[in-house]
């Protein structure tokens, strides 16, 4: 069955819709954080701008406050929906390392067969050039790549977000580079909101002592719920107005939170500064390019690349097998071959020293018998010798190889023989 790139993603990111809504692991966080916002706004629609119906000319101005209260909640809402349900620029993960060549340790060894193995260690960072500057780039050994420039591992999501802010639990989602003006929006309209709750409770208040000439306190004691929502907007706005401040510095100076946080004391020199004015226009005036990741997608499987050991493999049956067993082959035909050469030779040296030494013990026959005299029998054993050595020349010469060396039936030595029986039989 196929299966889709969310099914199989391994960050821990929470999927909906079919991969189209993508949120962080601790996405549970959201409807407290939808809580905060809405439970305010109702409270005050209720209790406090539903009483100022009328307090402004002409008589019916007043619906919008409440109007205005709506809209602007359900605005805050949705912004925080686009930074939390949205991909913030995640990397994509490869499934396999670099094509670079790896440093190797031998430290690091094979539990199989107990034999060491060169360790696969890409090196931890690598050199880029960003603006005329030589920047440092780390590896990220979970998703397997060199992370591009501003680009941190969200330890919480386990991704690679582009230009990484930091990890927001409010709204239970990485802040990167495709959400983070949705965030900042979400920041300082949350902030316009509270400003907007506590100037309207704190005006109710004055009408209040306006129409029945009482003192502030017993205007508080009149409408409770107009001091509570002030008090939970004073506190709210500490937190949302410290956010928004701090991100507009952080927009004006193009930095991150991650890097002001990790580089305040490094007096580094700030390589994406462009500007008051260029830095606010590339946040929130720069067009967005689309996701690199197609969650919808369907996965394709690859096909695994060889190890080291089957291209080993390959080349040996490339070339006809295991070459060990070949080569031992080799090795035996050369000794065998070897083998039977020395013998061949051994036998051929036996059998032509064998005739020698009977030529020259015939010679030496011959010599004697000269000396004791010619008479004709003799004559006739010498006739008969030097017949006979021609027959076994030309017996030698038919039959060059023993059968030992090669396909021959007979041998010198039998040859030999049989001539020197005949060599008898003349005399």
Partial sequence: ????????????????????????????????????????????????????????????????????????????????????????????????PPDEEP????????????????????????????????????????????????????????????????????VGQCIGLRNYRFFFMF????????????????FYIKVLMDDNRRTVWEAMKESPPSVVLMAYCFIALWFVGGLTGFHLYLIGTNQTTYENFRHRADNRINLYDHGCLSNFHEVFCTKLNPPKNNFRAIVQ?????????????????????????????????????????????????EDLSKISQWHNDEENDKDIQNMEGNDPPHTTLNFDSTMAIDHRASMIQSNPKPSSCGNGSGSPEIVTNSAVKTGEAGK
């Fill in 301 to 349: 499987e690859e096909v695994p690349r060889p190890t080291l050991q089957s291209t080993e493999e390959a080349k040996a049956e490339d070339v006809g097998g295991d070459p060990r067993p070949k080569v031992d082959a080799e090795i035996k035909n050369s000794e065998d071959l070897l083998r039977m050469s020395l013998r061949c030779n051994i036998e051929e040296g």
């Fill in 187 to 202: 920041v300082s309209s949350a902030a316009l909101l509270c400003i907007y709750v506590f100037s309207m409770s704190a």
């Fill in 103 to 170: 440093h190797h340790d031998s430290s690091v060894s094979a539990e199989a067969g107990n034999r060491q193995t060169p360790g696969r260690q890409f090196p931890r960072t690598k050199e880029v050039m960003v603006n005329g500057i030589m920047v440092r780039v780390k590896y990220c050994s979970t998703c397997m790549l060199y992370r591009p420039p501003r680009c941190s591992h969200c330890s919480i999501c386990n991704n690679c977000v582009e230009r990484f802010d930091h990890h927001c639990p409010w």
């Fill in 1 to 96: 069955m196929e299966k889709r790139v969310y099914e199989v993603w391994k960050g821990r990111n929470k999927f909906l819709l079919g991969g189209r809504l993508i949120f962080g692991p601790d996405a549970r966080s959201l409807p407290f954080t939808l809580l905060l916002i809405s439970a305010p706004s109702i409270f005050f629609c209720i209790f406090v701008a539903r009483h100022l119906r009328h307090a402004f000319y002409p008589y019916n101005a007043g619906y919008a406050v409440m109007v205005v209260a709506v809209v602007f909640t359900i605005y805050v809402l949705i912004i925080l929906f686009l930074t939390s349900a949205r991909d913030p620029g995640i990397i994509p993960r490869n499934s396999r």
